[in-house]
């Protein structure tokens, strides 16, 4: 018998996530979702004073998340927190969604979920809930997650990158008609012809099936646009500021560092609920409970590409083996649901 399921899809960090944060935080009468908003601002205020030394805490010192966004908006904050602010509106506008509407919480049995990049942070807290109560802790503990990730990509921008003018400039470029292994041989004729070190070579960081997406500092970007090789190819720079995706730079100690503040007790004891679905291999997850899994994200957003070509055939082969005919799209913070529904 024919099936039906919903598939959440969370997105990177490439959209514009402030009107709708602001308009989460215009919301009356959502009394989980002013708890929401009101912890994620607590942990991340917290974790900044914990992070930051005395004169960079004080600069970004925030009453409320309002106050955060516009500090965000106007400059005065880094890249570090635009990774915990889109993760805090993906769950944000999740927990709106269904606190207003009063729909059933999504079932094991009817739904997937799949997020892309950082992305997967909230895929993995709606994964392993039952209800929009017990998805509160989760998600605000997702959020101080993904502000610890952002710190960490942070750190290592600086460290790659630290005496740069161009902090602020995209670490990523769409390039269109260039396959894998042609940028690879491009990439490798390029850092012998430039001798750049290391840490600063480029990286393959997503594959899908008619374009690539390479990642390194900015110069280092440019630098590689501009080789008379790649004139045929359309590059697009995408807002992504900080590095990710990359084996060479990330190690498993940094994920091991970024889950400190998330211990196994209570985070293992709560169990997986809804399948989800990787952004690197298009199959379903086979994780027990919240800390693997979220390792399991972790490790995919900085040591592994994203690899949307093998989403965009392992998903439709598992939909055949479920016999799932109807596939409802819920996007958040991503136009993914456009190339999901072409290939479905």
């Known amino acids: 018998m024919a099936q039906s399921r919903q598939l959440f899809l969370f997105g990177d960090q490439t959209a514009d996530f402030v009107p709708k944060l602001r308009s989460l935080l215009s919301v009356q009468d959502s009394p989980i979702l002013a708890a929401f908003l009101d912890q994620s601002h607590y942990v991340v205020r917290a974790q900044t004073l914990q992070s930051m030394n005395t004169v960079d805490h004080k600069f970004a ?4 998340l309002r106050q955060m966004v516009q500090k965000y908006v106007d400059g005065n904050l880094t890249p570090a927190f ?14 709106r969604e269904y606190e207003e509407s009063g729909n059933r919480y999504p079932q094991p049995s009817d739904s997937y979920v799949l997020g892309f990049c ?20 989760i998600a605000v503990q997702t959020v101080l997650i993904a502000f610890r990730l952002g710190l960490c990509a942070l750190e290592m921008r600086d460290r790659v990158d ?17 396959d894998p292994q042609q940028a690879r041989d491009q990439i490798g004729v390029f850092c012998q012809t430039t001798n750049v070190p290391q840490t600063r070579r480029p990286w393959i960081s997503c594959i899908s099936k008619n374009a690539i997406t390479l990642s390194g500092s900015p110069s280092t970007l440019r630098a590689f646009c501009a080789m008379p090789e790649m004139s045929q190819h359309r590059t697009t720079p995408i807002p992504i500021c900080l590095p990710a995706h990359s ?16 211990p196994t007790i209570p985070w293992e004891q709560l169990p997986g609920q809804i399948p989800y679905i990787s952004h690197v291999t298009g199959k379903i997850v086979q994780t027990t409970n919240y800390r693997d899994l979220m390792e399991v994200a972790l490790s995919e957003t900085l040591l592994e590409q994203v690899r949307l070509d093998l989403v965009e055939t392992g998903l439709p082969r598992l939909l055949q083996s479920c016999r799932v005919k109807n596939v409802t799209m819920v996007p958040f913070l991503t136009r993914m649901n456009k190339t999901m529904s072409s290939i479905l």
């Open 162 to 178: 630290g005496c740069s003018d161009d902090r602020g400039d995209p670490w990523s470029t769409i390039v269109r008609g260039l």
């Open 61 to 64: 010192r925030t009453a409320d």
């Open 82 to 95: 635009r990774t915990a602010l889109v993760c805090l509106c993906q769950l944000g506008c999740f927990i």
């Open 247 to 262: 084996g060479a730079l990330f190690t498993q100690a940094d994920i091991t560092a970024i889950l400190y503040t998330t």
């Open 118 to 137: 950082m992305g997967s942070l909230a895929a993995v807290a709606v994964s392993c809930s039952r209800s929009l109560s017990e998805l509160l802790p």
